[in-house]
């Protein structure tokens, strides 16, 4: 296991059971006790977790993996609900695209559409994600709008009131969400509360909105709220979402789509 390998996984452990010791670890990726050591202690260098004795516990109570280290987490699923989600966006569309990994999964299956390979413009997506205006600026058959902002480094994505500004100046056809926790009765949220903000911002501009979320996102609560569920057209997610669960969204007025 390469040592990019190694930390993606101790992370996701870390995340999960917010304590690891280093025997655990150890026993779990299967390698010694002196390699977690190491690794435990160049993670805290980078303060991605906190050294304790023994082992580490998460960076502190809003903990947040940064983007690059959550490329490789149910994958598959994503792509599904991309691909499902990339469909409902018609040719000549505005689309909004939050940041994460799921909806920069929605920007790759837009920029592969046959239907979406010319026009002037095929497409146009706003965005305050950096790394999906990176990999779609090469698309000059779309036209990218990035609303500006500071940039959040766990996200790669614009806050702030200058994000504010470019946004309250547009109006889109459709906002894809990308969160952590959606729910009917706290409805869609973040970790971070600027984050949520401009994401907010977005659904309000947008004509209708769909949320992009793996089941594993869907009745959990996260500490910055995004917008209520009523204020969600669509939740794109996959089939191990619970029938009940499911229920819950469509009684709600939600249209469920599990693929």
């Known amino acids: 296991m390469s040592r990019d390998a190694r930390w993606k996984a101790l992370l996701e452990l870390l995340v999960e059971r917010g304590r690891l010791d280093v025997e655990e670890a150890a026993a779990e990726l299967r390698v010694s006790a002196a390699t977690i050591r190491r690794d435990f202690d160049q993670l805290a260098e980078q303060q991605m977790l906190v050294r304790t004795r023994g082992g580490a516990v998460v960076h502190g109570v809003s903990y947040e993996l940064p983007l690059r280290y959550k490329t490789a987490r149910r994958a598959s699923e994503k792509q599904r609900i991309a691909k499902a989600v990339a469909d409902l966006v018609a040719p000549g569309e505005a689309v909004g695209l939050t940041g994460g990994t799921t909806t920069t999964e929605v920007a790759r299956a837009l920029a592969v559409r046959g239907d ?20 779609l600026a090469v698309r000059p058959q779309f036209k990218i709008v990035v609303t500006g902002g500071v940039a959040r480094p766990q996200s790669y ?36 509360e600027a984050e949520a903000a401009v994401n907010r911002l977005l659904c309000e501009r947008a004509e209708r909105v769909v949320v992009a979320a793996d089941s594993s996102k869907l009745g959990r609560r996260a500490f910055a709220r995004i917008c209520a569920a009523e204020s969600v057209d669509t939740l794109v997610t996959d089939t191990a979402a619970g029938p009940e669960t499911v229920l819950r969204f469509e009684d709600a007025g939600i249209r469920v789509m599990a693929v």
Not at 116 to 135: Q, R, Y
């Open 116 to 135: 979406l390979a010319s026009g002037s413009p095929a497409l146009t997506v706003v965005t305050n994600a950096l790394n999906i205006a990176n990999e």
């Open 157 to 192: 994505e614009l806050i702030g009131p200058l994000a504010d500004g470019v946004l309250s100046q547009i109006t889109i056809d459709v906002a894809v969400l990308g969160v952590v926790a959606f729910d009917v009765p706290h409805g869609a949220a973040a970790h971070d």
